[in-house]
């Protein structure tokens, strides 16, 4: 059954700061791997999608990696912004690659 | 498109009533998805479905817990009888599945069973 674990819970940082978050999973027989942020009170966005076959995807000020071999992918944020706060959850595919498992999110905190 | 839509937004029933969620998928997506999200657990998926077929409710807590999909632009999750750990922001969303787009998610319903 896949697992997926986001570190840290929770990060708070000054504005302007480049940030790295974690996400691993416990199958790498994954077919996708999706970041999303969630607002307070809000739906999810999907930010990035890396497909298994590539190794980041890069939008604006983010950029996103995948190690599918060690089960691992990372967000990285460059230059943060106080619009930034909220919470990021990484998602992967199930065994059958027909549903997305979620982590429970990193809250993330930028102050001005 | 005006992408996966909810309703209600909020609900706050009496244990024991019968609650009634609501879904319509973006056109064209084959895979629904129900998940519930709790500050404990996370977001769990609840069931979803292929072609309006459902394919594994095996994330549905209880018999109390049911979904349809009569058809290919709406979806029903029904709580008979609700209790007061239902209680949560019930999400919809949409895909076109095996990783090719990303999942489109509704606003979700904030249920409260008091």
């Known amino acids: 059954k896949q697992e997926v674990t986001q570190i840290p819970a929770a990060l708070s940082v000054p504005e302007g700061e480049n940030l790295v978050l974690n996400c691993s999973f416990t199958?790498?027989?994954?077919?996708?791997l999706q970041w999303f942020r969630q607002d307070p009170g809000k739906g999810l966005t999907s930010l990035l999608l890396?497909?298994?076959?590539?190794r980041e995807q890069t939008s604006g000020r983010l950029n996103a990696s995948l190690d599918k071999s060690s089960g691992r992918s990372t967000l990285y944020i460059a230059a943060s912004q106080p619009g930034d706060s909220a919470t990021y959850l990484c998602?992967?595919?199930?065994?059958?690659?027909?549903?997305?498992?979620f982590g429970k999110g990193t809250t993330l905190s930028v102050s001005s | 498109d005006a992408g996966v839509i909810q309703s209600p937004r909020h609900e706050v029933t009496e244990m024991g009533q019968e609650v009634t969620l609501r879904c319509k998928p973006i056109?064209?997506?084959?895979?629904l998805f129900w998940y519930r999200q709790t500050m404990m657990r996370g977001l769990e998926l609840l069931i979803y479905?292929?072609?309006?077929?459902?394919?594994?409710d095996s994330g549905m807590p209880e018999d109390r817990f049911s979904a349809k999909m009569p058809n290919a632009s709406f979806s029903t999750l029904k709580i008979q009888p609700s209790e007061p750990r239902d209680s949560a922001v019930y999400f919809c969303?949409?895909?076109?599945?095996?990783?090719?787009?990303?999942?489109?998610f509704g606003q979700g319903t904030r249920l409260t069973v008091v």
């Open positions: 056109s064209g997506h084959d895979y």
């Open positions: 479905f292929n072609n309006n077929v459902p394919i594994d």
């Open positions: 969303a949409s895909w076109t599945g095996f990783g090719y787009t990303e999942a489109f």
């Open positions: 199958d790498s027989a994954i077919y996708n």
């Open positions: 890396i497909q298994s076959s590539q």
């Open positions: 998602a992967v595919d199930n065994q059958a690659g027909t549903a997305l498992i």
